[in-house]
C-alpha cells in the first residue's frame, strides 16, 4: 500500500481551486440574494437554506484546509512543510489515524476521481496535526488507503522502535 499524502505542489493546485470555487459560490449566492430581494422567492424557501448549507460547509472546509500543511514519510518520521519551518514528528508518537470527506476542495476540476480527504493526526502527547490525502469521491472511509498505508507505518515503525530497545537474545540471561 501506498501513503498519498499530498505534497507541496499539489498544495497550490488545492488552494487555486479553493480560491475558484469561492467565486462560484459568491456568484451563486449574489444570485441567491437577488432573487431574495426581487421577491422571486422566500428568504426560508429551498434554494436560500441550500446556500447557506453550502456556504458554511465551504466556509468550515476553508479552515481546515488551513491548518493543513504538505506531508511525507521519510525514515520513520512524518515530515510536516510549512512557510515558516518543517516539522518532524516520528512516526511512534502517533497514536491515531482519522480521515473525513471533502465536499468542495478539489486538486482539480472535471475529475471524480481526484478528490481530497482531511486527514488528522493525533499524537501521544494529544497535539493534532492536519494534512490532505488523495481520495476517491464515494469512498468510505474517505482516503482509505492513505489511512490504512500510513497505519501500516506507524505499526512497522513501533515495532521496529520496541526490536531495538529489547536486549539481544545472545547477552540475555541464561537459565
Not at 6 to 27: A, D, Q, S, W
Not at 78 to 101: W, Y
Not at 144 to 167: F, G, H, Y
Request: aromatic share 10%.
Amino acid at each position: 500500500m501506498e501513503v498519498r499524502l499530498l505534497p507541496l505542489l499539489e498544495f497550490g493546485n488545492v488552494h487555486f481551486y479553493r480560491i475558484v470555487t469561492l467565486f462560484f459560490l459568491l456568484l451563486i449566492g449574489g444570485i441567491t440574494l437577488k432573487g431574495v430581494a426581487d421577491s422571486e422567492f422566500a428568504l426560508l424557501s429551498f434554494l436560500p437554506l441550500v446556500m447557506l448549507a453550502m456556504a458554511l460547509r465551504f466556509g468550515l472546509e476553508w479552515l481546515r484546509v488551513s491548518r493543513c500543511r504538505p506531508a511525507f514519510i521519510h525514515d520513520d518520521e512524518l515530515v510536516l512543510c510549512g512557510a515558516d519551518s518543517n516539522l518532524r514528528v516520528e512516526l511512534t508518537k502517533i497514536s491515531s489515524v482519522r480521515s473525513s470527506h471533502s465536499l468542495f476542495m478539489v486538486r482539480r476540476y472535471r475529475s471524480w476521481s481526484d478528490h481530497l480527504a482531511f486527514v488528522q493526526l493525533t499524537l501521544n502527547d494529544g497535539t493534532r496535526l492536519h494534512t490532505l490525502a488523495e481520495s476517491a469521491t464515494f469512498e468510505f472511509p474517505p482516503a482509505k488507503s492513505t489511512v490504512r498505508a500510513l497505519e501500516a507505518e506507524i505499526l512497522a515503525a513501533k515495532m521496529r522502535d520496541i526490536a531495538k530497545r529489547q536486549p539481544s537474545a545472545e547477552g540475555g540471561q541464561q537459565l
